[in-house]
Structure formats: C-alpha cells, structure tokens
C-alpha cells in the first residue's frame, strides 16, 4: 500500500489562479483509492478547475498557476523534479465532449502506448484488446478496428475515449462531466462502465447531474461560490470547497443550508 | 396588465407591417441584384482575360520557306530521314556554312581560335574520323566536314539544323484569331501582295502553342522559340523556393502558435510577418540582389537559380507562417488536449496530431503561396535572371529564365510574331498556375478523407 494509506490523492490548501484572478481558494480533500468521488456545484465554481489541476492539465493555459499541495501516493505533484508529462500518464482524463483523434478505432487506443516507445504489433494488438474490452467497446467494433473513431456514435466515441485512457494503465481516471453531450442510454453505459473501472482505478468525476453523482459516487464534494464586491459594479468570484462527505450522508444530510439548497435544486 | 398595449403601440401591425415588410424585401433584392453583378463583372473580366491570350496565340500566319520541304523528301516530312540523309541535304544547301555547325554544335575551345587549331584540340572527346585530327577545320574539304557533322550529332540535332538553315520557315504576317475568322477577304489581299515580293508564300491556320513550342529552346527566330528552357527554370526555382519556405514558414508557425508565450514582443512578431506579406515583390527583389546575388556570392554564385529560387521563398515565407498558423489555430484543442492527457509530449502532441490535422490548410497555403511565386516577375528581373538563354539549366548553380520573364521579353519585341508566341506561353503559365491549384484541391481532398476515416 502507499504511505497515506487509502487515499490516492490529497489536495491541502490548495489555491488555482488564472493570471492575476483566484479561480479557487483553499481546497482540502482526501481522494481515497478505487472509489468514484463525484464533484458537484453551480456552473463556475471552480469543480472542473480542481480536477485539472490534479493531473496539471492547468499547465497547459497559459498563467495558470497552483499554490498549495496536490499530494499523489505521497509526492507532491508540483514539485519541481516532477514532470507533468508523467503526471498524465498516470493520473488519466476523459473529457466533456468526446473527443476521438480522427485516425482509426485501432490508433485511437494505441496512441497512448506507442508515445510510451512501444513498437511490437502482437504487444499492441493485446494492449488495444485489453482496453477496448475493459471499456466495453470491444464486442461493438472488433471487427471494424480500422473504421475512424469519428464514425462511432456519441456514447461510443467516449468509451472509446476511456479505453484510450485505460490503455496506459494509469491508476486514476478523471473525468470531467463524462455524460453531458451523451444521450440518456449512452449515459447508462458509460455509468455502468465507470462501476466497473472503479475495481480497478481511482476515478474522479465532475458531475453537472445530482442524480448521477447519487447513482454513480462513493463520495461527493460539493463546492460553492464566493463573492466579493471589489468596487462598485465589479464583482470578485471564486470557488471553495463548501461540504465534502460520503455521498449517501452529503445527499440525505447535507451539513449547510446552501448545500441543501443546491441538492434540492433551488439553484445551479 | 399594461404590456398587451404597450406592445400593440410599440410594433407594427396590419397594413402598417404590410407596407414595412414590402419595404424589406425591396432591399434585400437590391444588395441581392448587387451581388450578382459583382460575380459578372469578375466573369467578364475573366473571359475578356482568356479570351485575350486565345485570340492572339492562334490563327492564320502568311508563311513562307526557304526551300519546300516537298523539295528534299517526297511527301515533305524529314521527321522520317537519318542522319546520312540529313547531312546530305545540308550539304547541299548549305555546303559553305558546315565549318560554322561544327563550331556551334560541337567546339570545345574559344570561337577566336577554332578555326585554327587542329581537331584533335578543336574538338578534343568528340568522335570523328581519326584520319584528320591532325588538320583543321578549314583545311577539311566539304565531305570531311559532313562526315565529322555525321559522326558527332545526333539525328534530332541534324533535323533540327535541316529545319531551321535549310528550311527556314519564315512568318511574314501573323493574324489574331479574331482576325482570321471575321477578315478572310483582307488576308487573302495581303497574301496576293506577299506573293509578289516572295513566291513561296502561303497561308497556314497555326496554333502557336503547340508541342514543338513546348520542347524547344529559347531561339531568336520566332517559328523556331519554344519554352523549353523557361519552363524548366520556373520548375528549378520553385522546387528550390518551396525547398526552402516551406520547412522554415511551417517552423515558425509551430513555434508562433504552440510555443510562443503571447508576449509582447512575439506579438510585434507576428504583426511585422503580417505587414512582410504585403511588402512590394520588387523590395524583395533588391535584398535578393544585395544579400543573395552579392553577399552571399561565393555561395550562390551570383545570378543563379539558387539565389532567385532563395529570393522568390523570403518573398512568400510570410503568405506560408501566416496560413500555416491559421491552421494550426484551426486544430480543435480537445485534439490536443486529449493527446496531453495520455502523456504525450509536447512535440509529439504537436507531430502526431496537431500538424496531420492542420496539414490540409498548410499544403493548402503553401500551394496558393506557390503558385504567386511562379508568376513572379518583378524580382527576378531585379536580382537578374538572363533575358536570353538557350541552355536548360541544370543545376542550382545555372543561369536560368523563367516562364514570365520569357513573356515580358517576348511581348517588348516589336515584331507581330513574338507576341503571339508571347500569347501561346502565357497559356503555358496558366496551365502550370491550374495545375497546382488543382494538386492544392486534391491533396486538401485526400487528406481531409483520411482524417475522417
């Protein structure tokens, strides 16, 4: 086991700006091994940006910066020997829309391991199985491997897109609201799916959906905004964490009244 | 309460909105009629354009030869004669001029000297008669020489000599098509006239282009030019030109648009690549002249395809970083996204799927952009491509012209031929200019198939 025990993943005060902006203060939560925590709240609250900072993908936006600790398996993940790229591989991302590379249902997932330098087609092929039957794609395109990811409908194209991620074995998935562009049986699959992977990996989900994060989510953190008057007609926002509990407790005894309110729907 | 008649006083109704929406349309139809008469305006143009170039590069010529064909060779066709047989014509045609085809076909040392020297030097790794390399030329009688012109040329060479020394088809009086199809009576007057001064005339319909135009070299008798040498120079400078931009305007996009910080110098950057792209061809053409024809001379070695082709890439590098960026900006960033979150790098996000994406309207560009460069003119005159010249080049290192060089000279001639060969390798140019823009179309195509799947 690693050193913290349960916990795959600790954020500890951890801030994000873009530019001169907070985007998000004084996140702490604890990401605990092979199970589906849930991120919820109203739009602008920070959730997606808190999930893109645990694999550094905030990186790539240029003044993005993090303060605080992004601890994973014990090392903290912006330490200045710790290369993003490897932070990736391990802390795995499906995103909002889908998004296949237009090559082949075959390059598709097998772009991940060929970056990593492998070359044998028998290594591949067994790679590309493996994932496309843990996405549980395989049986719909083993014979059409050739055929453009592009061509799949949606909630295939992103299963194809968790058996991308699944095909560089890394021990955390993230997703960032995985089923919002799918269509209600899509979205089916893809939750069954995700009980499924949850065996096997650390998945982490921002979820715009209340019922899918009951229906899907060991743990949920709900999180809110702040706001702050400036000047005059000027306003700050930013996101905190506002409550984070087991789901079933969060959902039927929700600590705060704005988390009651949000759960309830009277805002979002 | 009070909004039902606040919004029956607000908006039109009834006859009113009738009248406002007649009043609508009216307007769209106008800026609806406009459009349409820009798009003809542009047709004409274009038809008054081809138009133009057809009517001079075809239609009847008063022509007349030296010696009928019929004259040499039953049915009037040398095509068919060898090299014996072609000898013995310019033997007897032309018997005082074979010294001077030795000399332009076959010499290896300074004209001054030539006929001076012996053959063993005069024409030193030839093949000829082993029995006279110790005379000279002028010391051979007629049949030496015919046979040392026999051993040495080729039968294309010969035929060609026989064309043009004994033949020699001369145009008198070149007509428009336009001409040749609404004024048959006056060229039939102006044959009879040319009848009297020269017997042999006659009227032939010719199209100036044609596939002799096309083989032969640059010459100095318009029935004999062809574009030959032009059209291999343009190809020369433009494989050296897109050589040359296309890596480097393709690099500096990636850098401009992925690596970049957006700085405020790299913003300067950029708004000075996009100002070069407006920047008079001729300025390019005199830093060709200073840097690469100059400078940088023991490298270029002065006026040569190397420095036009180098010219001709600095002049369209800004038109391939410019639409060479916009493709790459095109790529959706959750390509790039999806490929960094499986731990790809950035160089290899950038290889494996933002440049295959972005290649359609990168080669795209960069054809277009090429395309401008081989209609280029003002440059190459400035950096000094030859007016005249009848060598093909060879190397990067040649003397060269170009396509639109070769038009500019010919359509600065006084005499009526030249503007109609003029005409024919405009059309040439065209043809070359439709060909790639239609490569640009079909690798767009290609590519943008393959990426679908």
Known sequence: MTQNGAYAIQLKNVDVFYGPKLAVSDVSLNIQTRRITAFIGPSGCGKSTVLRSINRMNDLIPGARVQGDVTFQGQNLYAPEVDPVEVRRRIGMVFQKPNPFPKSIYDNVAYGPRLLGVRSKAVLDEIVEKSLKGAYLWDEVRSDLKKSGLALSGGQQQRLCIARTIAVEPEVILMDEPCSALDPIATQAVEDLMKILVKQYTIVIVTHNMQQAQRVSDFTAFFSIRKQEETPGKENRWGVLGEFAETTELFSSPNSEETERYIRGEFG | ?453
């Open chain 2, 1 to 453: 309460m009070s909004a039902s008649v606040s919004q029956a006083n607000l908006l039109p109704t009834g006859a009113e909105f009738q009248k406002g929406l007649a009043r609508r349309n009216f307007r769209g139809s106008v800026w609806g009629r406009f459009y349409s008469l820009s798009l003809l305006v542009a047709i004409l143009a274009l038809i008054a354009l081809v138009l133009n170039i057809v009517n001079s590069a075809f239609g009847y010529a008063i022509t007349a030869y030296e010696v009928e064909p019929t004259a040499l060779v039953a049915g009037g066709d040398v095509g068919g004669l060898d090299a014996e047989q072609l000898v013995v014509i310019l033997q007897d045609y032309q018997e005082r001029r074979l010294p001077v085809y030795i000399r332009d076909n076959l010499s290896v040392v300074d004209p001054s000297i030539f006929t001076q020297v012996p053959l063993s030097e005069s024409l030193a790794g030839r093949t000829f008669p082993a029995e006279l390399a110790a005379m000279t030329v002028t010391e051979l009688t007629r049949d030496q020489q015919a046979a040392v012109l026999a051993a040495s040329l080729s039968v294309d060479t010969l035929r060609s000599l026989v064309e043009v020394e004994v033949i020699g088809e001369q145009v008198i009086h070149p007509y428009a098509l336009s001409e040749s199809l609404f004024e048959r009576s006056r060229i039939d007057a102006e044959l009879l006239e040319a009848l009297e001064d020269e017997p042999n005339a006659r009227l032939e319909f010719r199209s100036w282009l044609n596939f002799e135009f096309l083989t032969a070299a640059g010459s100095s008798d318009p029935a004999a030019a062809g574009v030959r040498t032009a059209l291999l120079g343009t190809l020369w400078v433009i494989f050296i030109t897109v050589l040359f931009a296309f890596p480097v305007g393709v690099g500096a996009a990636i850098y401009l648009e992925e690596y970049a910080v957006p700085n405020r110098l790299n913003k300067l950057i950029e708004t000075n690549i996009r100002n070069l792209a407006g920047v008079p061809s001729i300025i390019y053409g005199l830093l060709g002249l200073a840097v690469l024809v100059r400078s940088l001379e023991f490298i270029t070695q002065g006026r040569t395809i190397l420095s036009a082709g180098l010219t001709l890439g600095l002049l369209i590098l800004p038109v391939i970083i410019i639409n060479s960026q916009e493709a790459i900006r095109a790529v959706p960033s959750s390509i790039r996204e999806a490929s960094f979150g499986v731990g790809a790098t950035k160089w290899q996000t950038i290889w494996n799927q933002v440049l295959p994406a972005a290649m359609p309207g990168i080669l795209t560009g960069t054809i277009l952009a090429m395309s401008r460069a081989v209609g280029e003119t003002a440059p190459l005159i400035v950096i000094g491509a030859s007016t005249f010249i009848v060598t093909d080049p060879t190397s990067p290192f040649a003397k060269f012209t170009a396509l639109p060089i070769q038009i500019y000279q010919w359509t600065a001639r006084p005499q009526s031929e030249f503007r109609a060969i003029a005409a024919a390798a405009i059309i040439v140019l065209l043809v070359l200019l439709l060909l790639f823009n239609a490569t640009a179309i079909i690798l767009r195509q290609r590519y943008r198939k393959s990426l679908q799947g």
